[in-house]
């Protein structure tokens, strides 16, 4: 059952002038190979719904390869600066960098918001740069309903809060799920600016080590349209992966797994969907063994079609299904395999 709650954020004191225009800075996140990671597609969306000009942010070594693919992929008639650096430096997007940059560059009076995606980098962020600037962030938002209201889910998706800012600059993040990418095309008029160096001082000296890394094939679970999940019932690693991975392959589907799946160590914990985990909503969710627990719940809940395999006809996760199968994963899994690969 959800529940609308009011809150209001307090104005902060620290930008007396008025602004002078309102613009939108919004950032955009690349990937180690420099292409544009897709939650930021959808951050641009509601950047667009604010209905201010946007200008972009892109940080790191291929900001400026970024910066082009940027204008000759997204139709965004909003969109009319994308502002870059180059600076190796930004690489990994450390807070401790990134965040004063930004603040920077918010002090400019001609900025009202500050978009990105509740992605772990922008979560990352975001609080950094609260801080910086004496701003309270509205996270995770899920709706826009105007430039300083916004919806976002509290008590793990149980409530929907309606939040009003009167900050007189909004920090957001948004939930990729929640908002439609922007759509694809060409933004020629937009002009791509060399952000000016600030002072060294700014910046906490800090330094990457390195990052080991998962490496797949597989769809990212973050932006997969199929993901299949499964749950402590899968025993341990062995069988998880032998549950799990002939019906993923067969749906060219992303993998993801419940938090006791995590702890039991039967997967890494990158594929942690719910609460604590990464939110996602696919075009088709199959939970297998999965009890449905309101914190998984909170991670998966909006996705398009659900299926569930359990074999508890009592299971909380037969609430969301729109597909239930009653049954032994262990028997339903592998039939439903076959018969897939039979069509
Ligand atoms: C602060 C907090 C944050 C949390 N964050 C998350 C989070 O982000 N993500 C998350 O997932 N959890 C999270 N949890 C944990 C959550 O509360 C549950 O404990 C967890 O989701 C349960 O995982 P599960 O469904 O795999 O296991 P269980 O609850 O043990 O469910 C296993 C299910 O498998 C079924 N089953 C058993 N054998 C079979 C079989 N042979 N065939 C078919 N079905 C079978 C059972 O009927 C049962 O329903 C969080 C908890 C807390 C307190």
Redesign the pocket.
């Known amino acids: 059952m959800l529940r609308a709650l009011r809150f209001q954020i307090p104005t902060a004191k620290l930008f007396t002038k008025s602004q002078r225009f309102a613009s939108t800075l919004t950032f955009i996140e690349t990937s180690k190979d420099g292409n544009l990671v897709s939650s930021s597609l959808n951050a641009l969306t509601a950047a667009a719904q604010l209905g201010n000009p946007i200008h972009a942010v892109i940080l790191g070594s291929h900001a400026s390869t970024a910066a082009n693919i940027l204008k000759s992929s997204v139709q965004c008639e909003k969109l009319t600066k994308i502002l870059v650096s180059d600076n190796i430096g930004f690489d990994h997007y450390l807070p401790e960098k990134v965040a004063p940059l930004f603040a920077h560059l918010l002090k400019n009076d001609e900025y009202s918001h500050f978009v990105s995606a509740s992605s772990t980098v922008g979560k990352t962020n975001l609080p950094r740069l609260g801080a910086l600037l004496d701003l309270q962030p509205i996270n995770d938002i899920i709706k826009i309903l105007d430039s300083r209201t916004f919806s976002r889910p509290i008590y793990a998706g149980n409530a929907i809060a309606t939040v009003q800012c009167s900050q007189p600059k909004k920090l957001i993040s948004i939930r990729a799920s929640a908002f439609e990418p922007i759509t694809q095309g060409s933004t020629d008029s937009a002009v791509i600016e060399e952000i000016q160096q600030i002072e060294p001082e700014t910046f906490i000296d800090v330094k990457w080590e390195g990052e080991t890394l998962m490496k797949s094939e597989r769809p990212e679970l973050g932006s997969a349209s199929r993901v299949v999940t ?4 899968l025993k341990d690693k062995e069988t998880f992966e032998k549950i799990l991975v002939p019906l993923a392959d067969v749906l060219n589907a992303g993998i993801g ?5 995590v702890d039991n160590g039967f997967c890494d914990n990158s594929l ?6 990464k939110v996602v909503a696919p075009d088709l969710y199959v939970a ?9 719940l ?2 998966m809940k909006d996705s398009k079609v659900i299926v569930a ?4 006809p009592e ?1 909380p ?1 037969f609430k969301v299904a729109d597909y239930s199968l009653e ?4 028997e ?1 899994v592998p039939e439903l395999v076959r018969r897939l690969k039979e069509m």
């Open positions: 499964g749950g402590r019932a797994a419940t938090r006791a799946a942690q969907v719910g609460q604590t985990g297998i063994g999965v009890s449905g627990a309101i914190q998984h909170a991670g395999i359990n074999n508890d299971a996760v049954g032994d994963a262990y339903v």
